[in-house]
């Protein structure tokens, strides 16, 4: 085989088909854009579309949207600071939370829906920080040590938003919150605080001067009648073996009773006093007598008659109008 020499017209015609070959190329898969580091923005904004924004923010922070139909507004945005890419973002969140709308993290996109739809939805699920400022839609599940989450729900219920999710779930005494994180981050908080009473040790409150059962009793009393506070809840009990007042209950509540215990336990400045002395094993009407006898001794030895008499029936004279010993048989 011979080779033939190739016309310089016909080279020609080949290198042309050869570029024109080159041209027609398949084009290469779109990158996705990428955030720009060291990147700020300063948004202004005046009556923009809101898809205008959303171009705006996956350009600055890299992050790719699917937009909902529905999701149309004229956003008013503007700074007077520049402002970083994850600034930005949040920003963009709260103009979101503004007009309605919500963005749902999918995959490698956020989908922008209007924020009825949430419950529907996928959301950052319980995040071991939730932030106090984002409006990113977080689920948060908050375990409860010392009151029961079904009694919460309906104090919680409205600070909750109707596209927000508030559940309880009695098995496990837990509560199921799904918002924006600013908002759960304020609801967790006020649980903390409703929650914290329960664990409390039970306070000793020792007597000297007043007697247990008749503290408890007053105490009780006020507490339960019509100018009764409401809310902050303690538990007193009396121990008459000890002379004794047992108490526990919500912090604040456990040191307004004790302020009232202690200063009904403060000695009186003169007279009227009373003192019970519990006896063990001794009789008390026997003990009664003895110490009758020896006041009524001591009396004559100092030359002062007899004037006491005892308030109801069971006592006796004794030196003094003021001093009245008698005995109780009957059982506490």
Known sequence: MTLQPIHPKSAIAVLVLSSLMGSVALPAAPQQPKPQEGATITPNYKDADLSQIIQAVGEVTGKNFIIDPRVNAKVTMLSSTPMSPAAFYEAFLAVLQVYGYVAVPAGKVIKIVPNTDLRQLPANDLPRDVSSTSDEIVTQIVTLKNVSAAQLVPMLRPLI????????????????????????????????????????????????????????????????????????????????????????????????????????????????????????????????????????????????????????????????????????????
Request: aromatic share 2%.
């Open 161 to 332: 938003p109707t596209y927000g999710h508030l559940a309880a779930y009695p098995g496990g005494n837990m509560l199921i919150i799904s918002d924006r994180a600013s908002n759960v981050s304020r609801v967790v908080r006020i649980i903390e605080r409703m929650d914290e009473s329960g664990d409390e040790a039970i306070e000793v409150i020792p007597l000297h001067n007043a007697g247990a059962a008749d503290v408890v009793r007053i105490v009780n009393s006020l507490n339960t009648g019509p100018g009764a506070e409401g809310g902050a809840i303690a538990k007193i009990v009396a121990d008459e073996r000890t002379n004794s007042v047992l108490l526990t209950g919500e912090r604040s509540a456990r040191l307004r009773i004790k302020a009232l215990i202690i200063n009904m336990d403060t000695p009186m400045a003169s007279g009227g006093d009373i003192q019970v002395r519990y006896l063990r094993y001794a009789d008390a009407e026997k003990i009664a007598d003895k110490l009758k006898g020896q006041a009524t001794a001591s009396a004559k030895a100092q030359g002062g008659p007899p004037t006491g008499a005892p308030p109801g029936g069971g006592g006796t004279s004794n030196v003094d109008a003021s001093v009245t010993i008698w005995a109780d048989s009957m059982p506490a």
